[in-house]
């Protein structure tokens, strides 16, 4: 599969510090050295036939259809298309007009992933969201009405200016939208960032865990009842609308990341990513070098991560795989270091996969970390 990393973001939210500039002259420059990166990686991935490609980062909808279709081009001269492959592009509710639909939709854009985070005009205001409520709405009822229905929602829980009914409120309206995918985070407070400063000025409250604790649960319960499955912890779909991108990062598998800050991954010990600055990205670019550096993965460090990874999943750890990659000692380790948590009942093995149960998810990175080789 094929992560396509888009530097540039249209603002800058209260929780978030992610800002880049969309000047024309550096959009031309970045495209450019992004089709060039892509020719000179075209044959990085063993598999030729891509399932899954993902144009995220940033806010990718800066981008024209023409200029999304560009880099399909660029693509598929390097690269074949599964017939039932996902194409997925990361956009703002305010960005997606009638006619930017339609080009996205002709382009062959088949998903696309909407930064909602809220149905609420408070919540959105506190979160400095471009989009107040109504956009928000009208955005999934345009991408429906134009023959795109693999669409997933962002949502954010555990808001200081935010309650239990609010949430619920939220998660009724998304039922009633009926969109397939649902991708939701608790608030967290990041340092440097405008949430952090308004708490240490005590102008507004820290994120309570409790209250975030609740509204997790009520989320899962919610969703479940309204046909959703619940696949990973920040992760529900509706039957045959799983995340394919997603999924396959969890199951470890290889991946190409094309653009600034983006992470490829072989499917085996080695790990690379590009340089995270635009200019020195384009300028290696323009000399004929790749801009990266990558990274040997030891057998623990692969161990630690396919751990927390699958842990967060309702699949688990897959056993086989695991002692394939990592070897017969770590598989000791985790047999010693699971055996109280499995008595407890924080773990359960089933067909050969280790799993936390859903009602412990919330504690998954905890208990995630206890089994780590350090």
Not at 151 to 173: A, F, M
Request: proline letters at 3%; glycine letters at 6%; charged letters at 25%.
């Amino acid at each position: 599969m094929i992560y396509l990393h888009i530097p540039f973001c249209k603002q800058k939210c209260s929780y978030c510090n992610f800002h880049f500039s969309t000047s024309l002259k550096l959009k031309e420059e970045m495209l450019s050295a992004m089709k060039k990166e892509i020719t000179m990686r075209g044959g990085e991935l063993q598999d030729k036939t891509l399932r899954s490609l993902y144009f995220g980062g940033g806010t990718p909808s800066v981008l024209s259809s023409d200029e999304i279709r560009s880099l399909l081009d660029q693509i598929l001269q390097h690269h074949n298309f599964a017939p039932d492959i996902e194409i997925t592009l990361e956009a703002n509710p305010d960005d997606l007009d009638s006619a930017f639909v339609k080009g996205l939709r002709s382009a062959g854009i088949n998903r696309l992933s909407i930064g909602t985070q809220s149905f609420h005009d408070a919540e959105l205001k506190f979160m400095n969201r471009a989009h107040n409520a109504a956009q928000a709405e009208d955005s999934i009822k345009r991408v429906q009405d134009s023959g795109i229905e693999n669409i997933s929602i962002d949502l954010i829980y555990g808001s200081p200016v935010s309650d239990t009914d609010i949430w619920k409120q939220n998660l009724e309206k998304t039922a009633a939208l009926q969109v397939p995918h649902i991708s939701s985070y608790a608030l967290t407070v990041e340092p440097k960032t405008a949430l952090s400063a308004w708490i240490s000025q005590n102008k507004i409250q820290q994120p309570s865990e409790s209250e975030q604790n609740l509204e997790f649960h009520l989320m899962c319960d919610f969703l479940k009842a309204n046909g959703f499955d619940h696949y990973e912890i920040s992760n529900f779909a509706r039957p045959g609308f799983y995340s394919q991108h997603n999924s396959a990062y969890w199951k470890y598998s290889p991946y190409l990341g094309i653009g600034p800050s983006a992470h490829s991954y072989d499917g085996s010990d080695r790990r690379s990513w590009n340089l995270a600055n635009n200019i020195l990205y384009i300028r290696e670019l323009e000399a004929g070098r790749l801009p990266s550096e990558s990274e040997h993965l030891s057998a623990k460090d692969r161990f630690n991560e396919m751990v927390m990874t699958g842990l967060r999943t309702s699949r688990g750890v897959d056993l086989r795989k695991l002692q394939q990659l990592c070897g017969d000692d770590l598989m000791e380790h985790l047999k010693h270091e699971s055996r109280s948590k499995l008595e407890d009942g924080l773990l359960i093995l089933a067909e050969n996969h280790m799993k936390i149960p859903e009602k412990h998810w919330f504690l998954a990175d905890g208990i995630a970390s206890d089994l780590f080789k350090l």
